[in-house]
Structure formats: structure tokens, C-alpha cells
């Protein structure tokens, strides 16, 4: 029982520092379905991630960005565009107001996923995985039908202002009054699924999984249908609805007359493999299709495609961390160099080998492991120094030896290869100490013992360089992704996809500790340069901080909304630089658990570093800027954020003070001085302390304050430290008590319990063990029990016998 509590608090007291203040236009996962806004002809595309993006096609940028609680299934728009409809698999339906993100509201009837939905004027009919068929009044905001079937429903359409049509998978279809909750009729189409419904002026179209089409009218009776001989996956209408399209299993797009049900054309393209299409509601003659990474234009009478959204690019994958520069490596082969200070990108490098991984030399010697085999060194200007052919298979893990006079590096292949660095010849190969692809290498801070991971889940610790006398750290049942040496003693840590964290201690070769808290799966591992901390990044997104010595989290970071591939401590171990999947990297203040700067990575060498204040700078061109991000403006009944590009951002004026102080504090009989130590890189302003402001004005300020505790109103003292920038600092002192007691001086007084019920009555001269503070009450003992008194009924007495 107490593990399940502890889980539960660290779930409630998980930080949450993902900002959607500035957007990346490009998606780095792949585009699983999209939709056009027939009312301005805006995309919105749907990715595996917990947001619609909305592009201009023409522009080619963003129009919107709404971010939801669930992954979205479907979008629609009602209303003359005035509100977005985004569906998601939480059975939830997201209402956004497009004109006041204040009016914004949610339709929570349903706890399953949204398997259909259709708008007709202030309405909105959608059917659920829970079996159940809902029309909801978007005005009234009033649901006004629901109805639960035997049968798992599939689609679903409003025939007319009063009545619905709904498919299931059985291949029934059920027309409904759903104003009086009559049913008007039913009708087996087919065998299979009713995939989709549309009224098409007097008739009606059914389309079945199998590919069958039947042309209904209203009636409910059949007088044509065909069969497209292929499984239907998608079907779209024209503008007018004179035309249909259908998309089936091989990936060709069919057209056929929504009258006659003829076949006029199709498409198909070895070129390009549509996953989903839509209508072009602006320009009838032209469809969209998406190939899971761009969207392109097709015309139907001329055959021309053409691609008109480039929505997926390179990622960055890797960091480097030297002094104040951050090295980057993305997938298109480019290397970038960020400078942590101004939040620029000061150089860029494009190579023309497809890279895998790299590290950085102290001499700034740039060296590379590529799909071919090399290993190739590069000075700082990218100028290839040497090059030599390593292996016949894939080089995917490169490590550096702490002298750096070898390279340890592995890949697709069994064999790990460690590599002279001043001639690139082969010192010595080693095989078959594991049997599959080279995960991660590791090499400790003496340069006398290596240890790898690989994807036969095992770890190997060997002696460096010649990797003999090798020890094997337990089969695990699951791969380990991630190992790291401690900085200054010998433990290794490692995680991977069970998100369990380990320490192995190399010098009694067993495990040290396993951590008990379990994650999501952990990408990256990464000690503090003290080693008394380290920092696990998950592909939940979030970020864990964990105390060595107790095993203990210290902080749970909730970083992005995408995972985390890789993450550098600063040299003073208080800032954490966190790269997430979609080219974002984060400078976060582990000591005021705050974000000093987001940094988003385009390609050649494009960025833009910006902080939650709306500041931002970018070598983008102010009129291209559309292009590659788009500047959210959060809306809350308080505030606005005013965006402003600035030439630089400062990352020292950007420090809050910091605050010095224990964390925990005894308070005793004969002492009850904290000490308060604050500095900050300008000016500090004023220190706030309970009720009392201290007026500052220097870099540093020492305070031993006598804590009063009759002006405590709990067992948590706050600091606050203010700077010339304007930024804050808070600081929480956790407070206990030794021998310190309160004696009664009224005739009689209340001790009562937390549900303030009395449970003793205690009198004049009465002496109480003081415990805690709530209020304007103290919490004491007395008598083995603990309770509440008022502090108005005592006095403090810190020596009373």
C-alpha cells in the first residue's frame, strides 16, 4: 500500500514545462490522416501527438494550433467556420471557438474513442466505440439523443433536420427521429461494415469495408450498386457532391459519378502511396493526397501532381555539450553548433556521408561513423582530415576514450572496434562478445574499463583498451538503451525500455541499486558532474531526476509532448539541456524548475531560441518566418503574450537569484537561525520572507534570520529573491521542531482533530510538546494525541522544565 501511495504522489506532483508558445510547421512522425475545411480550405492534419495543426496550402503555413488532451481521430468544422470540432480517442469531443479561445468547451458523454462523426447547422451526431449513437446541440450546448446498440457502430450522417442515418459493422443501416427517439427504419445493406453515408440530393450512398457501393433512395430502397473489387479505406465527395473518390487497399484512388456510379478515372503512382486523400473544397477539380509525410495536389483532368505541403523533416538526434556551445547532429547529415549564451546557431555543417553519430574533440575535431562503415575525421570548418573504411556493415555508436588516443565504435554488426585515432587503424576488433546490433558504449572517466549495450539485452564490462577479462551484467528481459559511467567513481548506470534504473558497481562487479519507481521506457541516462544525481529521459516526454545516494526522485520533469532523445547537464549541475523528438531543445532550471530557453532546429542552419515572456530570436527573414513556425498566443482572462524578436537572448540576465538555504530546517530550543545565502549574476532587488520585504540592491546577500514562529502559518517557510531583470526566485524551507513547547494561560481551552471535532479540553499552566504549525493554530501532542489549539490560548515556552 505505501508503494501505490508513493506513485500516486509522484503523479500529482509531476512539474509540467511544455510550452506551446512557438510551433514547429513540420511534422516529425508521420501523418496518419488530414482534413479540409470546406468553409477557407485550411488542412489540418492529424499525427501522433496531442495536437491539430491547420495550414494555409497556398501560404504554406499555419493558421492554428490546438492542442488537445488525447490523440485526435477526427476534425470538422461547424457553423460558418465559427467552431472546430476535434474528436478524439478519449471520447471526448473538443469545441474550439475560433474567434475567443474563452468560449472554448468540451462534449464529455462518452469514455471511448469517436468513431464518426457528422454536422448539420448547430448540430453534431457522432457514434462511439462504446456502442453508442449521440446528437449533441452545439448552441444549447445540450445533448439531445443518445441511444445504445448491441452492435459496434461505424458511421453515422444526419439524413435530415430531425433524423439520422447510422451504420454498423454488421452492414445494417438505421434511420432514426431523434427528436422523439423513434425508430423509422432498418435495413441490412450487407455482410460487412458501413463505412461511410452521404446524401446526395434525393438519393443516398452506402459504401461497405468489402467495396461494395449502393445507390438507395430515400426509401431505404436499392436501385443501383457496384463493386469496386478492392477493400474500401477511404471515400471523400466532390464540393457539389456530383463526384466521389475512393481509396482501397493497393493504395489507388478511384472516381466515379455519385449518379450514374461510372467509373471516370483513377490513380495510382508507384511514386507515391496515398495513406489518406480529401476533397480540394476551394478548387473542385483538384484532390489532396498524403503520403504519410507531405501533401500533395492531384488534378483529376489534367494528371498533374504537384506537392504543395512539405510537412516532414530532418530530426535532430543527438547532442554535444562543450563549455558554452551545444552540438547537434540531425538526420539530413547536418552538424550545428548552438551557443547556449545568445541562444544562436553560430555555425552549421551539411556533409554529404549519412551519418549515424559523432562526437566532438577538446581540440574541436569533429569525428563520424556513417552506413558504409567509415569513420571519417573532420576539422571544426568541416574539412574531411582522414577517412578509412571500418567495417563491411553499418557504424551506428561512436565513443572516445578519455585521453582520446583510441575510438571504441560499433554498429549493425556484432564486432566493436576500437580504432587508433591519429592513423584510423584498426588496434584491436572484437568479436562475439555480444550477438547482435551495438546499442550504446561507455567508456569510464579512467580510460580502464568499457561497457556496451546491445540488442541481445545483455551489458558487457571489459578492460580498456584490449576488452578483456569481460563480466556480464544479467540477461535482461528487456534491451537496455542507454548506459553512462559515473564522472568520479565506479558506477555505471543504464535503463532501457522497461524504465527501471539501475547502478552497477564495477568495483565488487554486482548491482549496486535498483531504483523502484518505474517509467515510461528510458532513452537517455546522463550522471551530474558531482554524481550525486541522475537524469533519465523517457519517451513519455518527461524527464526524471534521481537523488544516487537514497534512490529518491528529486524532480519529475514533464518536458514535451514528444520523447526525449537526449540530454546534457551544465558544468555546476543546476541546468539541464533536454533535446525532444520535433528538433526542440530545452534549457531547464533544475533549481527553480523553470525553462530559460526553447530552441527549435530547422534545416541549413535556421532556428529560432525564444522564452515564455514572448521574446525571441531567429535568423529566419520576418516575412518567411510563417514558413517555419508559428507564434501561439495564448489567451487566459488575465494575460496575452506580446511576441517581440529581439537580435540576442542574454541567458545570464535570464538567471532568477539563487537562493541559498537548507531545504529542511530543525527548529530547537536553542537554535532557530536560518541561514539565508542569495547571489544572482546583477543587481538583487528585494528578498520577501513571511511579512517581511528586505530592500536589496547587490549581487549578493547573506541573512541569518531568527524564525518567528508565532508568524508561521505552516510547516513550509517561502523565500522569494527578486532581480534588476525582473526575475524571481522561490525557495521552500520544509520546517521541524525539537523541544519546543506551549503552556496554556487560558482557564480552559479546545484541542481538536483536523475535521475540527474537540477530542481534550486542557487548562491553565497545561504544558504541550509543539509538533507543527496550520494557520492560526499550533499543531501539539498531549497525552499521546495529537491536535490543533489556537495560538491565541498559549504561549511559547521553549524551556519548561
Known amino acids: 500500500m505505501k508503494k501505490i501511495y508513493w506513485i500516486l504522489i509522484i503523479i500529482f506532483t509531476t512539474t509540467s514545462l511544455f510550452s506551446n508558445l512557438i510551433v514547429n510547421n513540420y511534422e516529425h512522425t508521420e ?34 494550433y490546438y492542442k488537445t488532451s488525447s490523440l485526435p481521430t477526427h476534425v470538422i468544422w461547424i457553423m460558418d467556420n465559427k467552431y472546430t470540432l476535434i474528436a478524439e480517442e478519449s471520447g471526448i469531443i473538443e469545441v474550439f471557438n475560433n474567434d475567443s479561445s474563452l468560449l472554448n468547451f468540451l462534449i464529455s458523454v462518452s469514455n471511448e474513442s469517436i468513431t464518426h462523426i457528422s454536422t448539420f447547422e448547430d448540430k453534431v451526431a457522432f457514434t462511439s466505440l462504446d456502442k453508442t449513437a449521440y446528437v449533441y446541440n452545439i448552441t444549447k450546448r445540450r445533448l439531445e439523443y443518445h441511444r445504445k446498440f448491441s452492435t459496434n457502430l461505424v458511421s453515422i450522417k444526419f439524413y435530415n433536420s430531425n433524423s439520422i442515418l447510422i451504420g454498423d459493422h454488421q452492414g445494417n443501416i438505421h434511420l432514426i427521429d431523434y427528436t422523439n427517439g423513434n425508430e423509422i427504419n432498418t435495413k441490412k445493406i450487407d455482410n460487412y461494415s458501413i463505412l461511410e453515408m452521404e446524401i446526395v440530393e434525393d438519393k443516398i450512398l452506402i459504401f461497405t469495408m468489402n ?70 473544397y476551394i478548387t473542385p477539380e483538384y484532390i489532396y493526397i498524403n503520403n504519410g509525410s507531405d501533401i500533395y495536389s492531384f488534378n483529376i483532368t489534367t494528371r498533374n501532381l504537384e506537392k504543395v505541403l512539405e510537412l516532414k523533416k530532418s530530426d535532430v538526434v543527438k547532442l554535444i555539450k562543450q563549455d558554452k556551445l551545444i552540438y547537434y547532429l540531425s538526420t539530413n547529415n547536418e552538424i550545428g553548433i548552438l551557443n547556449t549564451d545568445s541562444g544562436k546557431i553560430v555555425k552549421n555543417l551539411s556533409f554529404n556521408e549519412e551519418i549515424n553519430d559523432f562526437i566532438i574533440t577538446k581540440n574541436q575535431d569533429i569525428i563520424i561513423c556513417n552506413n558504409l562503415g567509415y569513420v ?46 591519429d592513423d584510423l587503424s584498426i588496434y584491436k576488433t572484437v568479436e562475439n562478445l555480444h550477438n547482435n546490433w551495438i546499442k550504446d558504449i561507455s567508456i569510464n572517466s579512467t580510460g580502464n574499463r568499457v561497457a556496451v549495450s546491445a540488442l541481445d539485452k545483455r551489458i558487457s564490462v571489459s578492460m580498456f583498451p584490449g576488452f578483456h577479462l569481460p563480466t556480464f551484467i544479467e540477461d535482461f528481459l528487456y534491451i537496455i538503451w542507454s548506459i553512462d559511467w559515473a564522472n568520479n567513481s565506479n558506477f555505471l548506470a543504464f535503463g532501457g525500455f522497461d524504465g527501471t534504473l539501475h547502478i552497477w558497481d564495477a568495483r565488487f562487479e554486482n548491482l549496486y541499486k535498483k531504483f523502484e519507481v518505474v517509467t515510461s521506457p528510458i532513452n537517455i541516462v546522463k550522471w551530474s558532474p558531482d554524481d550525486n544525481y541522475l537524469a533519465t529521459g523517457t519517451t513519455a516526454g518527461i524527464v526524471y531526476v534521481w537523488d544516487f545516494r537514497s534512490g529518491s526522485l528529486k524532480s519529475i520533469i514533464n518536458v514535451s509532448n514528444s520523447e526525449i532523445l537526449d540530454l546534457f547537464w551544465s558544468d555546476d549541475g543546476r541546468y539541464l539541456f533536454v533535446l525532444s523528438r520535433g528538433n526542440l531543445i530545452s534549457l531547464i532550471d533544475l533549481q527553480q524548475i523553470n525553462v530559460i530557453l526553447q530552441t527549435l532546429i530547422f534545416e541549413k542552419g535556421y532556428f529560432v531560441s525564444y522564452r515564455k515572456n514572448g521574446e525571441y530570436s531567429t535568423n529566419i527573414p520576418p516575412e518567411k518566418e510563417s514558413n517555419y513556425f508559428y507564434k ?29 538555504a537548507p531545504s529542511e530546517f530543525l527548529i530547537t530550543s536553542r537554535n532557530n537561525l536560518l541561514p539565508i545565502n542569495i547571489f544572482d549574476s546583477e543587481f538583487i532587488t528585494k528578498v520577501r520572507i513571511l511579512d517581511q520585504t528586505f530592500t536589496i540592491n547587490s549581487d549578493s546577500y547573506y541573512l541569518s534570520m531568527r524564525v518567528n514562529l508565532e508568524k508561521l502559518k505552516s510547516d513550509v517557510l517561502e523565500i522569494e529573491a527578486f532581480d534588476s531583470d525582473g526575475n524571481r526566485s ?25 475535521n475540527n471535532e474537540v477530542i481534550a479540553i486542557v487548562n491553565r499552566g497545561d504544558i504541550l510538546k509543539l509538533k507543527g504549525v496550520l494557520g492560526d493554530s499550533y499543531r501539539v501532542e498531549y497525552k499521546d494525541k495529537e491536535g490543533f489549539i489556537k495560538k491565541a490560548y498559549v504561549t511559547l515556552n521553549t524551556n519548561p522544565f
Not at 31 to 60: H, L, R, S
Not at 396 to 418: A, D, H, Q, R
Open 31 to 64: 501523418i496518419i490522416d488530414f482534413f479540409v475545411n470546406p468553409y477557407n480550405g485550411e488542412i489540418a492534419t492529424i499525427v501522433e501527438n496531442y495536437y491539430v495543426k491547420t495550414y494555409d496550402p497556398v501560404e504554406k503555413s499555419i493558421n492554428k
Open 211 to 280: 467495396g461494395n457501393v449502393y445507390l438507395l433512395n430515400y426509401q431505404l430502397e436499392t436501385i443501383n450498386s457496384i463493386n469496386i473489387g478492392q477493400r474500401i479505406i477511404e471515400v471523400s465527395f466532390s464540393p457539389n457532391k456530383d463526384k466521389f473518390a475512393v481509396l482501397t487497399l493497393n493504395n489507388t484512388l478511384f472516381f466515379y459519378d455519385s449518379f450514374t456510379l461510372q467509373n471516370t478515372s483513377q490513380f495510382n503512382s508507384t511514386l507515391l502511396n496515398p495513406k489518406s486523400f480529401d476533397w480540394n
Open 376 to 421: 571519417s575525421i573532420y576539422d571544426i570548418e568541416g574539412n574531411l582530415k582522414k577517412s578509412k573504411k571500418i567495417s563491411d556493415s553499418r557504424l551506428t555508436t561512436l565513443e572516445i576514450s578519455p585521453e582520446e588516443n583510441f575510438l571504441v565504435v560499433g554498429g549493425w554488426g556484432n564486432k566493436i572496434y576500437v580504432i587508433n585515432i
Open 632 to 660: 501561439n498566443r495564448p489567451i487566459s482572462l488575465f494575460e496575452s503574450v506580446k511576441f517581440q524578436r529581439i537580435d540576442s537572448i542574454n541567458i545570464r540576465s535570464l538567471e532568477a537569484p539563487i537562493i541559498e
Open 730 to 754: 522561490l525557495k521552500t524551507v520544509h520546517l521541524r521542531y525539537e523541544d519546543i513547547y506551549v503552556q496554556v494561560f487560558t482557564n480552559q481551552a479546545e484541542i481538536t482533530n483536523i
